[in-house]
């Protein structure tokens, strides 16, 4: 690991946070007027009266909602329904106005950008090869095999170490690194493609690299002309990048900073089956196949085009990221919840799958 790593890790405390974005240099992602407007409730709506957990970490029993998220580290908290924002809720100092950094959760953003780059026939279809458009890889062993698909379904079998975060780990060096193209083109196989899952954030980052290639642009500049602008974002949002010089790339893996609210925004497109105020933004066969379990390659059922799946029983779906970031859709109800956490490694937030379970069957 290289010097500026070591002293970047260990300067602002190893673990990612919130407030990291402000020691990466940033580009930005531009929004437009007009805005689009969630309907805000007139009606004192009582949600989550019985809201229950218990777990080796917490015992919450039959308490309000208010309380609950309050009580779980909670930096925003958002429920909408039918475009109705039912419950908000930010902890101090943020505010409705505040940038949010997600980790994870931007993941389906770069695989919608990839179902767009296709649609517009950049690329080609999800089986092509990744080196027809990264032809430096050409010359690697095995990584002629690898394809589109594999990068979504993280069966790649790119070798990538989590290690929490430490420092020896490709997680820290891909989070606090200042190159990630050398980084990436260090990487090595560790299994054939399309043999096993194996989620890590290099997959990501080379879905990155192949939309700048074929965008000949930047991946803020293609979130911004795609996404930010056609859904009326509230604000313009931020992307952290690995460097200064000219040759410097988003993380495409996490570090994406907007307001809560637009990334409800990017939910509504979703459950509106890619399209929005009558525009087809996202081919609809695009947001079917990534809402629903792909088995092939063996691909995991409970993932898709990095959105996480719920039980079958529910067709929900939801991006997620790190410290408990969810943005979770409910579509036979129309229900949307946005949540944002703050650091903390004491406990698994996974459970507030349950707890947004609970809440939906009070609406």
Request: aromatic share 14%.
């Amino acid at each position: 690991m290289n010097s500026c790593t070591v002293y970047r890790s260990l300067r602002y405390g190893g673990l990612p946070s919130q407030n990291d974005y402000r020691h990466f240099p940033q580009r930005k992602v531009a929004n437009q007027v007009p805005n689009f407007n969630f309907i805000k409730t007139k009606k004192d709506v009582k949600l989550g009266t019985t809201i229950a957990l218990s777990n080796k970490a917490f015992n919450s029993t039959s308490v309000s909602l208010e309380t609950f998220v309050r009580m779980h580290n909670t930096i925003s908290f958002l429920v909408i329904r039918n475009d109705t924002l039912l419950y908000e809720h930010y902890s101090e100092p943020y505010s409705d106005t505040t940038l949010v950094s997600s980790f994870s959760m931007v993941k389906p953003m770069i695989s919608t950008l990839v179902g767009i780059a296709i649609n517009e026939g950049r690329i080609g279809s999800v089986e092509d090869k990744i080196v027809d458009y990264l032809p430096e890889y050409k010359e690697r062993v095995g990584w002629g095999k690898i394809k589109v698909r594999n990068l979504l379904h993280h069966t790649s079998g790119i070798k990538f170490s989590d290690g929490k975060f430490s420092l020896t780990s490709d997680n820290a060096k891909y989070y606090w690194g200042h190159d990630l193209r050398e980084e990436v083109l260090e990487a090595e196989l560790e299994f054939p493609p399309d043999t096993q899952f194996k989620y890590s954030s290099i997959n990501t980052q080379l879905l990155g690299m192949i939309l700048e290639r074929v965008t000949e642009g930047t991946l803020s500049n293609y979130l911004s002309e795609k996404l930010w602008k056609p859904l009326g974002m509230e604000a313009s949002a931020s992307w952290s990048l690995d460097g200064t010089d000219k040759n410097a790339i988003e993380k495409a893996f996490c570090c994406l900073q907007a307001r809560t609210i637009d990334f409800a925004k990017f939910g509504r497109l979703y459950l509106n089956n890619g399209n929005w105020e009558g525009k087809q933004i996202v081919p609809k066969e695009w947001v079917d196949y990534s809402t629903c379990p792909d088995p092939s390659g063996n691909n995991k059922r409970y993932y898709n085009n990095n959105w996480g799946l719920g039980p079958l029983k529910y067709g929900s779906y939801f991006a997620i990221g790190l410290y408990g970031q969810f943005l979770y859709m409910y579509p036979e109800k129309n229900i949307m919840i946005v949540r944002f956490g703050n650091t903390d490694t004491a406990y698994h937030p996974n459970y507030w799958k349950e707890v947004f379970l609970q809440l939906i069957d009070q609406l």
